[in-house]
């Protein structure tokens, strides 16, 4: 099993500009999240999913927007790209009705935006 | 609201001391879950530990050890004879119990192991 996979793993982006970062996980995990990873402030929750077709806004969702179409793959969309959302980027999934609450993570998205 | 305190930013010990890592966090459910995760250089997330608040027994896992106190709203993470491998940053998090469990994330630790 590949577990959780990000695309991509950098981009750099002028601001304004748009894009979507994809996650996927071949887990059969009911819950996925988004997070972003700032210097010397931990993870923060941007929205999450705890379902098809469900999302919800995490602690930092705005600039954000989110899809979750199909079960595996989970959808970060930044409409207009500020250079505050230069960051790490984390999915990570799970599913406690089977495997218990930890959540497993991907490995990251690098994001510059100039 | 939740909130997770790691107050050491960075540690650094020669290889085979043991060093401690605090972990204080508040939080006003009465269960709920504590995690520590490990970011190595790499930079992927490894899920260490994971702690149900009405299980205060304490884990050890090979040179890993971990002290829950409720009393002091704690979570400890030891490591003994440290090696060079064990240099990450860890992070400790804390989540609620009941539907999605959102984690929220100390700042961190960056551990350092000298050789």
């Known amino acids: 099993n590949a577990g959780v996979t990000q695309t991509p793993k950098f981009r750099v982006l002028k601001t304004g500009q748009s894009m979507t970062l994809l996650c996927a996980q071949d887990?059969?995990?009911?819950?996925m999240y988004w997070y972003r990873q700032d210097p010397g402030m931990g993870l923060r929750l941007i929205h999450y999913s705890v379902g098809e077709g469900t999302t919800a806004k995490g602690e930092v969702p705005d600039g954000y927007n989110v899809s979750r179409l199909k079960k595996q793959n989970f959808l970060l969309g930044l409409e207009s790209a500020a250079p505050s959302q230069t960051s790490v980027y984390f999915c990570?999934?799970?599913?406690?009705?089977?495997?218990?609450?930890?959540?497993?993570f991907g490995p990251g998205t690098r994001l510059t935006v100039t | 609201a939740q909130k997770v305190t790691q107050a050491q930013t960075e540690i650094s010990v020669v290889e085979k001391e043991d060093v401690t890592l605090d972990c204080v966090y508040e939080?006003?459910?009465?269960?709920?879950?504590l995690f520590w995760y490990k970011q190595p250089p790499s930079g992927e997330l490894v899920f260490l530990i994971r702690?149900?608040?009405?299980?205060?027994q304490n884990e050890i896992s090979g040179r890993y050890s971990w002290n829950f106190q409720k009393s002091t709203s704690s979570f400890n993470f030891t490591i003994t004879a440290s090696q060079v491998v064990d240099s990450a940053v860890y992070f400790c998090?804390?989540?609620?119990?009941?539907?999605?469990?959102?984690?929220?994330f100390g700042q961190g630790t960056r551990l350092t192991i000298n050789p």
């Open positions: 990570a999934s799970s599913d406690p009705h089977s495997g218990g609450p930890e959540q497993y």
């Open positions: 939080t006003r459910d009465t269960t709920y879950y």
């Open positions: 998090a804390l989540s609620g119990i009941q539907g999605a469990q959102k984690l929220v």
């Open positions: 702690r149900n608040s009405f299980d205060e």
């Open positions: 887990m059969n995990h009911e819950y």
